[in-house]
C-alpha cells in the first residue's frame, strides 16, 4: 500500500501545485459534511410519503453558515501565510506551521487577503452554493490569484509576462484588436514598468520581437502616453539573455548590450561559452534519445539555437501532454544529476537552466525566468513585494515557476483570465492612484 501510492505521488508529483492542493483539502468539510441537500426520498426507505426540502440560497441562514465555514478555514491559511513570513524575516522558513503542512511551500512577499477573495470568487463561482461538484484546482487558483492582485495593488512598481498563452494564444502575434492593449497601456499611464519575459530567444533581433508584438506597438503609437511612459516597457527574451527596451522616437525595440544590465556573476557564466556547449550537447543527447526510447523519433524535429535546445513536433504529427512532460523531465533529471556531479567532483558551480513543457514544445533553454526577474528588479529598482508576474506554467515542468523565488505570481491559463486580472488591477490602481483625476478609457465595443 505504502509502495503504490509512492509511485502514484512521484507520477504525478509534476502535475501538482502542493499549496493548491493543501487548501483544495481544507476545503472539502464544509463542502462534505456542512452542504444540505435539495431533497430527500423518503420512498426508498419503503414509506409512501416523498418529501421535498427546498434549496437554500446563500442568502439564507444555512447558506451564509456555510459561506462563514469556508471563510473561516481560509482566514486560518491567511494566519499560517503570516506566520511563514515572519519566519521568513527571522531566516527559518523551514521552521514554520506551513512549512510543516507543505514542505515545498515557497516565498511570500505579501500577506493574502484569502477571506476577502473567496467572498469575491463565490459570487461569480458558486463556490459555496454547489452540493455535487467540491472545491476544485481552477477555484483555489483563482482565489489566490485575486488575493495577490488586492495584495500588491498598494505598492506595485513593476509587472512582467509571460509571451505565449499570456498574452496571446501560443505561437500566435499579439493583435491590435486585444483588449489586453488597451490593459497595457492603462499599467504604463499608471506608472508601473511593463516587460514582457519570453523563452522565445532571437539573439540580438529585435524585428522578430516586433513581428509577435506588432498589435501592441501599433497600439503604443494610438494610445497618447508620454515618452516617459512608453519607456517604461521592455522586452526579456530567451529567458534571460536578450534585454530590448522600447525606443518612444522610432517605436521600436532597441537591444541593451548585456555589459548594460547583467550582474558579474551573471556575466560570469553567461560568458564561459565551453560550459554552455557542453550543457547544450548534454541537453539534445538526452531529448534525441527519450525520443528513440518514446517512438517518436520521425514525430519530432530537435532544434538548436544559440542557448537553446528544442523538441518541436513535425507538420502531420502532434504530441500529448503526458510525452512533452516526459522529454522535460528527462532533461531535467539527466541536467541536474550531471551538474550535482560536477559540483561534488569539481567544486563547478551549477549553469542555470530551464527544461520545461511549452505547451506545444519542449525547450531545454540557458537560464531562466527567475534570473531574468532578478535582473529587471535590479535595473529598475522593485523589490519583491512591489512586482508580480502573470504567467501560465507554473507546474515543475513549466518554466514560470521558478519566479515565485523573486516576486508574487499570478497563474492564468489563457489571456482571457489574463485581461480579467489586469481589469481588477486596473480598477484598484485607478482607486488608490488616480490619474489626475482622469478616468480610464473603457474600451468601445
Not at 353 to 359: K, P, T
Request: glycine share 6%.
Amino acid at each position: 500500500m505504502t509502495s503504490l501510492y509512492s509511485i502514484n505521488y512521484h507520477t504525478r508529483a509534476h502535475k501538482r501545485d502542493a499549496f493548491i492542493e493543501f487548501i483544495k483539502s481544507l476545503l472539502l468539510t464544509p463542502f462534505v459534511l456542512h452542504t444540505r441537500p435539495a431533497s430527500t426520498r423518503l420512498a426508498g426507505l419503503g414509506l409512501e410519503e416523498e418529501v421535498d426540502v427546498p434549496v437554500t440560497p446563500n442568502d439564507t441562514e444555512n447558506g451564509r453558515t456555510n459561506v462563514d465555514r469556508y471563510s473561516e478555514i481560509l482566514e486560518c491559511i491567511e494566519e499560517l501565510i503570516v506566520d511563514h513570513m515572519l519566519h521568513q524575516q527571522g531566516k527559518l522558513p523551514e521552521l514554520s506551521r506551513l512549512s510543516t503542512l507543505v514542505p515545498s511551500i515557497g516565498r511570500f512577499f505579501t500577506p493574502l487577503p484569502l477571506k476577502d477573495s473567496f467572498m469575491r470568487q463565490d459570487t461569480k463561482r458558486s463556490i459555496s452554493a454547489r452540493r455535487f461538484v467540491p472545491p476544485s484546482f481552477n477555484d483555489v487558483r483563482a482565489i489566490l490569484n485575486d488575493a495577490q492582485v488586492m495584495a500588491i495593488a498598494p505598492t506595485i512598481k513593476m509587472i512582467t509576462f509571460d509571451g505565449d498563452m499570456t498574452l496571446y494564444a501560443d505561437g500566435a502575434d499579439f493583435a491590435k484588436d486585444s483588449k489586453l492593449v488597451r490593459l497595457l497601456v492603462d499599467l504604463l499611464r499608471h506608472g508601473l514598468y511593463v516587460a514582457i519575459v519570453t523563452a522565445a530567444g532571437y539573439p540580438g533581433d529585435a524585428k522578430r520581437y516586433e513581428q509577435r508584438l506588432w498589435g501592441l506597438l501599433d497600439g503604443f503609437k494610438d494610445s497618447g502616453l508620454s515618452k516617459e511612459a512608453l519607456g517604461r516597457f521592455y522586452v526579456l527574451g530567451g529567458e534571460c539573455n536578450y534585454l530590448f527596451r522600447y525606443d518612444v522616437e522610432s517605436n521600436h525595440l532597441v537591444y541593451m548590450q548585456p555589459e548594460t544590465y547583467q550582474t558579474e556573476s551573471v556575466q560570469a557564466w553567461s560568458k564561459d561559452s565551453a560550459r554552455i556547449t557542453e550543457l547544450l550537447n548534454l541537453a539534445q543527447s538526452t531529448v534525441e534519445e527519450c525520443a528513440r526510447e518514446t517512438g517518436l523519433s520521425d514525430k519530432v524535429t530537435i532544434l538548436r539555437k544559440d542557448r537553446a535546445i528544442g523538441v518541436v513536433h513535425n507538420d502531420d504529427a502532434s504530441l500529448t501532454r503526458e510525452q512533452l512532460d516526459e522529454f522535460a523531465l528527462a532533461a531535467q533529471r539527466r541536467l541536474n544529476n550531471q551538474q550535482h556531479a560536477n559540483l561534488i567532483r569539481s567544486g563547478q558551480p551549477p549553469l542555470p537552466f530551464c527544461a520545461f513543457n511549452g505547451g506545444s514544445d519542449v525547450w531545454v533553454d540557458i537560464g531562466n525566468k527567475l534570473i531574468g526577474v532578478q535582473m529587471l528588479q535590479q535595473i529598475l529598482g522593485a523589490e519583491g513585494n512591489e512586482t508580480l508576474h502573470v504567467g501560465d506554467q507554473f507546474l515543475s515542468t513549466g518554466n514560470d515557476i521558478a519566479t515565485r523565488t523573486a516576486c508574487c505570481t499570478a497563474w492564468i491559463t489563457s489571456p482571457e483570465e489574463t485581461a480579467e486580472v489586469l481589469t481588477d488591477l486596473c480598477v484598484q490602481l485607478d482607486q488608490r492612484r488616480p490619474l489626475n483625476g482622469l478616468k480610464r478609457k473603457e474600451p468601445t465595443q
